[in-house]
């Protein structure tokens, strides 16, 4: 696609940027470097650059002038910049802060203990690493915040979308095969047999904690949280509404160093000890096991789902009315169990769909429904069935079949056009250096003016 249809402020670029999750912009090692950049008072570090370079790489970029990525991590921070200075902007330092210590307890569940992991990310001490999580979630918070408010009245008429795509048509991508998909996703039920030798393994757990064995111990042995069996079972500064309901009732209603009888939540059943609590913070340690089903209990669940597919095929109810009345999937259920890509879309190229949901597609003409079939959700066992609304062929874009996506193109060039068209009015009047290494740079815009006093 030529640089006349990436639009000069690359949106995808900024999304990006401002999307990324923790685990994408903290990476082990990566966090030494010297300063590319400054825009006001905020700045750009050279590894900021390079880990957008790597990452536009990893996603199939074929042109990854460094330029360019500075360019536009500089018109990222101009917006932070400004959006820090906006009134109609809410402050919310201080609900950043505490997501950063959620993050950061969150990173710290996958090391053995916060030595090794302040020695893989590089960072002296907790203070330190736990800035540079604040930072930038920061960023990400007044950069979307900015954008959304320049961009909030943006919108484009059928006219403007149909010149968009006299404009642009032979520069389109060509749309590679997709399928539209609904589901029906149910977790299996445990049988109160099952529920009662969970409940009675964790009070056998209660009563050595009782005789003399630590909780901490006995977590480390039998508790199948991943994020906390390491570590003693322990979760500290654990913020009200941070955890599934039920734990949370039962942890807060505790004494400091209680354990609770076992509780039931989503997961699984828990015993819970409240360590400390102040204020709306507090630590807690738990055993969890996990309410993970047995093959009979699985078997039990695609029985059901396969009748509710009796039912569908009988036309004694539509699929959309199956998942609002049977789904588990809070996502999906009150759509119609339509199922929507990253974008939102509800075509979904098919090579993007994982080989075990393939493996039961294949053969299927638009209109028809697998069999129950076993899966996992976030790392728990569901079984489902999958309805195949539609199948679109690769084809190359066009008004008549893809209006919908060529109107969020064009929508999009409008809002470059508009952070575009704001970012060159802040120019004369906002302070901007940029590091000697970059004096070669063709920047679109103006960033090498004269320093000009805030």
């Not at 990324?20 to 010297?34: F, I």
């Not at 093959?295 to 789902?305: P, Q, R, V, Y």
């Not at 539609?390 to 809002?415: C, F, G, S, W």
């Not at 815009?445 to 006093?453: D, F, H, Y």
């Amino acid at each position: 696609m030529t640089n006349k249809l990436k639009i000069t402020f690359l949106l995808g670029i900024f999304m990006m940027i401002f999307s990324s999750n923790m685990n994408a912009q903290l990476k082990p090692g990566e966090l030494v470097d010297g300063i590319a950049a400054v825009i006001g008072d905020e700045i750009v570090l050279e590894s900021d650059v390079n880990e957008q370079m790597n990452y536009a790489k990893q996603q199939g970029a074929s042109q990854t002038d460094k330029c360019d990525f500075l360019e536009n991590l500089i018109s990222n921070k101009l917006l932070v910049y400004e959006a820090k200075k906006d009134t109609l902007i809410e402050n919310r330092s201080a609900a950043i802060k505490e997501q950063a210590n959620a993050k950061y307890r969150q990173l710290l569940s996958q090391f053995p203990d916060e030595k090794t992991m302040l020695t893989a990310y590089k960072f002296r001490n907790s203070f330190e690493m736990k800035n540079a999580i604040e930072k930038i979630d920061i960023d990400q918070y007044y950069g979307q915040a900015k954008y959304q408010r320049i961009t909030e009245k943006a919108d484009v008429t059928p006219n403007e979308v149909t010149d968009f795509y006299n404009m642009y048509k032979s520069q389109l991508p060509e749309v590679k095969d997709e399928i539209s998909l609904a589901q029906i996703m149910m977790y299996p039920k445990l049988t109160e047999a099952h529920k009662e030798d969970l409940i009675k393994r964790l009070k056998k757990i209660k009563q050595d904690i009782a005789g003399g064995e630590t909780f901490e111990s006995q977590a480390r042995i039998y508790s199948e949280d991943e994020g906390s069996a390491a570590n003693g079972g322990l979760y500290k500064n654990i913020y009200k509404g941070q955890m599934v309901k039920p734990f949370e009732a039962a942890a807060l209603n505790l004494q400091e160093n209680e354990i609770s009888e076992p509780v039931e939540s989503e997961f699984g059943y828990h015993i819970i000890q409240l360590i400390k609590k102040s204020g709306k913070v507090y630590d807690a340690r738990h055993i969890l096991l996990k309410a993970t089903p047995t093959e009979d209990e699985i078997k039990t669940a695609k029985a059901k789902l396969d009748s509710i597919k009796g039912l569908v095929l009988a036309g004694k109810m539509t699929f959309k009315d199956a998942a609002f009345k049977f789904s588990d999937d809070k996502k999906t259920k009150f759509n119609g169990g339509i199922i929507t890509g990253a974008d939102g879309s509800d075509k979904i190229e098919r090579e993007s769909i994982p080989g075990s949901i393939s493996y039961e597609l294949a053969g299927l003409n638009k209109g028809d429904i697998t069999a129950a079939f076993e899966d996992e959700d976030n790392k728990r066992k569901v079984v489902k069935i999958i309805k195949q609304e539609d199948v679109i062929p690769a084809h190359q874009i066009t008004l008549e079949t893809d209006y919908n996506r060529i109107k969020q193109m064009a929508l999009n060039k409008k809002r470059n056009e508009m952070i575009e068209k704001f970012v060159n009015s802040k120019l004369p009047t906002t302070f901007i250096s940029i590091d000697g290494r970059y004096d070669t740079c063709n920047f679109k815009a103006n960033w090498k003016k004269e320093s000009i006093k805030k």
